[in-house]
């Protein structure tokens, strides 16, 4: 999350006089169990990270992400890998070439039968770059690595206000391999989080 702190946000002073308009452009080709995507992506609460590797507010407070994405959906195994391009640099602009490469699967341990029950592995990673070739502020290249893997336990039942029920615990590792955006260059930690989906889509999540 830190790592937009101070790109992709509007900055109506900076650059414009009040307004913000982008132009809205998506391709889609669908392939048997495969989809690849064009322009504006599946974005945001679609990647379907944890907590600790996405905020949520981005979704406010940044553009929406454009570039690439290619998906895959079988019985056992869901995979979303994407770039979203977010700062293009010109020649004397005063900051920084900007991207990120994610990636989320899910395997499928077990399925939802007759008593609702899932369990799930996921694994999850972002990798967020800054520089280019035509940089010319004094902060240098930058990468920061983020990755996950956890269990995900679920039960769904088929009633009017409380819907599902989720536990998950994950493992992660971050890793900065080039610049000083961090402290420090590598980290480690456990997140656990449980949610509840209720009546109308309502969805309570701690964590």
Not at 25 to 39: H, I, K, S, Y
Not at 114 to 130: A, E, F, I, K, N
């Amino acid at each position: 999350n830190y790592a937009f702190h101070d790109i992709v946000t509007w900055k109506g002073g900076a650059y414009q006089g009040g307004a913000h308009v982008l132009p809205y452009f998506r391709a889609v080709v669908r392939m048997g169990a495969a989809t690849f995507v064009l322009g504006d992506l599946y974005g945001g609460a679609s990647h379907e990270l944890i907590l600790p590797l996405y905020k949520p507010e981005n979704l406010l407070t940044t553009d929406p992400e454009k570039g690439f994405q290619t998906q895959i959906s079988t019985q056992r195994w869901k995979m979303d890998a994407w770039i979203d391009w977010q700062s293009f640099i010109f020649e004397m602009d005063k900051h920084q070439e900007a991207f990120t490469v994610g990636m989320t699967q899910r395997v499928h341990l077990l399925r939802p039968r007759r008593y609702g029950w899932s369990l799930d592995v996921p694994l999850q990673m972002t990798v967020q770059h800054r520089g280019g070739e035509q940089d010319d502020t004094d902060l240098g290249v930058q990468t920061l690595s983020n990755g996950s893997i956890g269990l995900q336990l679920r039960k769904t039942w088929d009633r009017r206000v409380l819907n599902a029920a989720e536990v998950e615990l994950h493992a992660l590792g971050a890793y900065q391999q080039a610049g000083k955006l961090w402290p420090f260059n590598t980290g480690s930690g456990l997140w656990a989080g449980a949610a509840l989906d209720l009546l109308h889509a309502l969805r309570v999540r701690v964590g």
